[in-house]
């Protein structure tokens, strides 16, 4: 293929199970949510290999720290650290290399890979790859009671491939987990200790000997862990503020 034929097949439009969804903004009365859609960086990898060939491309990763800055919340002032990686993709095409880059914040949930991730999937954009998501119309999907969707949101004919069928879920694919969903169990030690749950970062773990602050943060405010475990990290953390603020001896 040549150059202008192998960038036209990267902007081709990807299969819709392979365009995955997140909740936006949320209506005011919180029963329905702004579908935002993208693709994973796998499907990146996939477009890439597919198209120009496993040897042809590359990434190089850059950490970029543009020091710190200040913002308003409702608590006052608040600084912090703007840190992110630039990613930069060169494609190996028959006239020759091609090189874009762009970045991505860390984020504050496993920001390495986070930052990466997000660098990956915005300089992919910058070679058509997904861009035309950004395109998409707004759209608005009912949600449940725990912020899911309760169906799956729908893409336009013009963002589907060629002789792509999108198909209805059947009732049992259904986005809504109300009838599905289980109170988390609470898991102590033989001392009564609060155990972190199963199938996560520190599973098996004491709460209390979790030493990884932004990770008991994201317990407290967005896991769905049970009441137990939140109240288990919120003590973690309250316990290590206060150790900051102690006077030495």
């Known amino acids: ?40 960086s796998r499907a990146v990898m996939e477009r890439l290999d597919e198209v120009v060939g496993p040897d042809k491309w590359e990434v190089e990763y850059i950490p970029a720290d543009m020091g710190t800055a200040t913002r308003t919340t409702y608590k006052g002032e608040e600084t912090y650290s703007i840190k992110g990686f630039l990613a930069k993709m060169t494609l190996h095409l028959p006239d020759g290399d091609v090189s874009r880059m762009d970045g991505a914040n860390c984020t504050d949930f496993s920001p390495f890979k986070g930052g990466i991730t997000g660098a990956m999937r915005r300089v992919a954009s910058a070679f058509g790859i997904g861009r035309y998501l950004y395109n998409l119309p707004r759209q608005w999907v009912p949600i449940d009671q725990w912020g899911n969707f309760t169906e799956r949101p729908k893409l336009p004919s013009w963002a589907l491939p060629e002789g792509s069928v999108q198909e209805e879920p059947e009732p049992s694919q259904s986005y809504h987990r109300e009838a599905s969903y289980e109170e ?61 603020y102690d006077e030495p001896a």
């Open 184 to 244: 988390p169990q609470v898991h102590t030690s033989s001392t009564g200790e609060v155990m972190m749950p199963p199938n996560t970062k520190y599973a098996g773990k004491p709460v209390s000997s979790v030493t990884d602050f932004g990770y008991l943060t994201w317990v407290v405010n967005k896991s769905r862990f049970s009441e137990e475990v939140k109240n288990a990290a919120a003590k973690v953390l309250a316990d290590q503020q206060a150790a900051m």
């Open 1 to 40: 293929m040549t150059n202008t034929e192998i960038m036209e097949a990267l902007k081709a439009p990807f299969k819709p199970e392979e365009v995955m969804w997140v909740i936006g903004r949320k209506s005011k009365d919180k029963s329905k949510a702004e579908a935002m859609a993208y693709i994973s």
